[in-house]
Every structure is written in C-alpha cells, then in structure tokens.
C-alpha cells in the first residue's frame, strides 16, 4: 500500500466493511434528493487530511455500481491524489485544458474494472490554480462535462486553506459533501467551512464523520448544525 494515497476499497475490497460504508453514502445521497438524481457534488473538508479524497474516489466508484456514468474529476489543483490513487499518469488533465488547451478526450481515463467511470486527474500543477478554476474556460468545461457523464463528482481542495479553490467549484456543482475527521478538527473549523459554502451559494447536502469510533450514524453536534442533513459515518 503506497503511503498518504487514499484507499480504494470499493474496487480493492469491495466486500469490506468500509466498501459497504460507502455504498451507504451513496443510498443516503439518493435519498436526500428530492426530484432525481444528482448530476454533479463536490467533496471536501475543512481542513487538509480529513479523509475528503477517500471518500470522493469511493463515491464515485460507488455511483458507477449502480450503472451511472460517473466523471470523477480531482478539482484539488494544489495537492492532487486522484492519480496516485488509481495509478495513472498526470501529464496532462484538468489544468492541461484549462491552460493549454488539450482535447478534453485527450485527459479522460476509462477504468478497466468498473464500465462507466472515467477518471479526470488535475494535471500538471499550476501557478495560478484559483484563476484557472475561476475561468470561463472552466465553467465552459464544466458544462460539456455534465452533458456528457450522469454525474460528476469532484475532489476539491479544502475549505479553510488561504484559497478559493474549493469556494470556485462549490458554486458550480449542484450539492457539496463536506467530510469531518473525527478528532482532528473542532466544531468551529467546521462551522466557519460550514458558513463560507452557504455564503457561496452552495447547497450543502450534508456531512461525513470520518474516522469515528462510535455509532455508524452520528450527527455534528451544535447549533449551527441543527437540522442539517448528515450521511452514514465511516469507521
């Protein structure tokens, strides 16, 4: 197991526990929907190393189960992990058609073992990554991907970093999925994260306690959190 990549235990095991956590999600997501199916969600956390990666690559896998087809983009143009993960090459992707104009087909990765998901890496890193999210080039592709895939699921950077990035893409996706490491940050980090999507516009579908120890299904606990959607939690 390569070190600091996130696990994927939905191709790698998928009659684990945690494959199984997964598929709960998605359930979950589909429930909370009200009028069809989602076509595009973005996955990040408040803070980096709170397990938002993880849980956008076995969603997206999750999704594709079901015989949707699934783009999983990695949207994190600072810190990406989406190729490591699926152990594919980087030369060209996201920031590639954003600044030099490659063919999007050009940039798009099939997975062998699951028909329907294709894999956007973020491609080579740029210096300007907040601008290039920021672009009409990136709301232009943005549209054509969501014409040509069920749904887009999107790892994006984290919220509470001194960047945009995450804020850019939650205005473009249609629900945002926010990850909570249990443990590792405190209410007011989600809080404030929880408060600058919801400034942007965003509709926040609810949130995923990773790493708990406790129940399956918990809630965050507070009062900005009250009567706020929460989805299965991971163990």
Known sequence: MKKNVPRLYCLEQPKSANAELFRAIRSNIRYTRVGGEIRSLLV??????????????????????????????????????????????????????????????????????????????????????????????????FAELSERWDTIVIDSSSVLIPFSDALTLARMAEVVLLVVKSGKVLLKHTSSAKQLLEQEGAHLLGAVLNHSKNSRHQKIRGEDFEDWATSSVMG
């Open 44 to 141: 990040t956390s408040s803070l980096p190393q709170e397990g938002k990666s993880t849980v956008a690559m076995n969603l997206a896998i999750a999704m594709a189960e079901t015989g949707r087809t699934v783009l999983l983009m990695d949207g994190d143009l600072r810190t990406p992990t989406v190729h490591k993960a699926f152990d594919l090459p980087n030369g060209v992707g996201l920031s590639s058609i954003l600044v030099d104009h490659t063919c999007l087909d050009d940039c798009i990765y099939s997975i062998k073992e699951l028909q329907g998901l294709s894999v956007l890496t973020s491609g080579p890193i740029s210096a300007n990554p907040a601008e290039l999210l920021g672009s009409q080039g990136m709301k232009s592709l």
